[in-house]
C-alpha cells in the first residue's frame, strides 16, 4: 500500500519541515540519506523533494502538482530523476556505473537532476565505492537520495557525505485509520497494530487465515482461564500445542496473550484515550478486570513474560504452557 504525499505530511511532520526549511534557505546539497523502518513513507518523502525542487508553481514551501514538472516526476516519467532497486540481493557496480554515465549527460530537462537509490545498504563493496568517488566529486546541480532500513550497513565514508533524515516510526493510529480504510475491521486492525509497523504487513497479517485463527485462539483461551484450569490445560493440548509448532508462532500467540491482559489493566484502571488490542472484548475484559485485583493482574502478565524467556531457551513448550496455565489461573508467576 503507497502512502500519498498528504499522508507524510501528516505522519513525518519533521522530515517535511526540514525539506521545505532546505528549500527556502536554498541550501541543498550533494547527498540525502533517508533512514527508517520499512513502510515509514522514505520513498514518497523523497518524491516530496524532488517534486518540490523541480515545481513551476511553489506556493508556501510546496509543489503545486499540476506543473508539467511535478506531473512527470508523479509519473515516473521525469528524464532528470532516475532509481536504481537492487538487482536480486544487491545494488551492482554495473547499475551505479550507467547512473554515473547518465548524470554526466546533458539531460532532455533542465534543472536540477536526482538519483535515488532504494536499499542503499544492498550495494556491494564495489558498486558503494564508486558511489563514493561520485559523491566526493559532485558533477553539477545533481543530488543523491539513499534510501535504507539499515543506514549502519552503509560505508562509513558515504554516510558522512550525506545530510541523515532521520524517519519516525508511524503512530498507531494512523496504521489503524488505513486498515480500516482497506476494510479490515477495527478490531483487528487494532491487534495487528501492536505487531508491526509497516502497513503492507499490517494487511497481510490482517489477512492470514492462520494469524485470524490464532487470535481467537487466544481470546478463548482467556475466557478458559476464567473457568477453571482442567478447561484451560484441556485447551492447550487440544489447540493451542499442536498447532504452534513454530517458534515464531508460538511467541506471536504469547505476545497477543500478553496484549489481552495490557487491555484488562487499562480498562480497570480506566486509562483514557487507551487504544486496546481487542476492542471487540471490551465488555468481557471489563468484567475480567472488575473481579482481579492490580497485583494479580501483575503476576499474571509477568507469568505471560517469563514463558517468553522460558521459550527462548527451548524449555518444552508442553510443560511450559502447562505451568503458564496454572500461573494464569492462580496469578502468581513462575519461580
Known amino acids: 500500500m503507497m502512502l500519498t504525499i498528504d499522508n507524510i505530511k501528516m505522519i513525518q511532520p519533521t522530515v517535511v519541515k526540514q525539506i521545505q526549511s532546505l528549500y527556502s534557505r536554498e541550501r541543498i546539497v550533494h547527498a540525502y540519506l533517508f533512514e527508517g523502518d520499512k513502510g515509514t513513507g522514505k520513498s514518497q518523502a523523497a518524491q516530496f523533494f524532488i517534486q518540490l525542487l523541480l515545481c513551476e508553481q511553489v506556493v508556501n514551501n510546496e509543489p503545486c502538482g499540476q506543473c508539467r514538472q511535478c506531473r512527470l516526476v508523479t ?30 549527460m546533458v539531460g532532455m530537462e533542465q534543472g536540477h537532476k536526482f538519483y535515488v537509490i532504494h536499499h542503499a545498504d544492498k550495494m556491494n563493496i564495489a558498486a558503494a565505492n564508486m558511489l563514493l568517488k561520485f559523491l566526493e566529486e559532485p558533477v553539477g546541480k545533481v543530488t543523491a537520495i539513499l534510501l535504507t532500513e539499515q543506514y549502519q550497513a552503509i560505508l562509513p565514508t558515504i554516510l558522512s557525505r550525506c545530510q541523515h533524515f532521520k524517519f519516525a516510526a508511524l503512530p498507531r493510529e494512523v496504521i489503524i485509520e ?4 482497506q476494510q479490515i475491521t477495527k478490531s483487528m486492525a487494532s491487534t495487528v497494530s501492536l505487531l508491526t509497523n509497516n502497513l503492507d504487513e499490517a494487511i497481510t497479517l490482517s489477512t492470514n487465515e492462520q494469524f485470524v485463527q490464532m487470535r481467537k485462539t487466544v481470546l478463548h483461551l482467556i475466557g478458559t482461564i476464567q473457568q477453571n484450569v482442567q478447561e484451560s490445560l484441556l485447551y492447550i493440548q487440544e489447540a493451542w500445542i499442536p498447532v504452534y509448532k513454530e517458534r515464531e508462532d508460538f511467541e506471536r500467540a504469547l505476545d497477543l496473550l500478553l496484549f489481552a491482559y495490557r ?47 522460558q521459550l527462548h531457551r527451548n524449555m518444552n513448550r ?15 508467576a513462575f519461580v
Open 263 to 309: 487491555d484488562i489493566v487499562a480498562l480497570k484502571a480506566d486509562i483514557e484515550g487507551t487504544v486496546v488490542a481487542f476492542p471487540d472484548k471490551q465488555a468481557e475484559f471489563e468484567n475480567i478486570a472488575l473481579n482481579s485485583t492490580y497485583e494479580r493482574l501483575s503476576k499474571q502478565m509477568q507469568a505471560i513474560l517469563k514463558a517468553r524467556e
Open 318 to 332: 508442553s510443560l511450559l504452557m502447562e505451568q503458564l496455565m496454572l500461573n494464569l489461573q492462580e496469578g502468581y
Open 178 to 181: 488505513q486498515l480500516i480504510e
Open 75 to 104: 509519473s515516473g516519467n521525469h528524464t532528470n530523476v532516475h532509481h536504481i532497486y537492487p538487482d536480486g540481493a544487491t545494488i551492482k557496480i554495473e547499475q551505479v556505473r550507467n547512473l554515473m554515465k547518465e548524470m554526466k
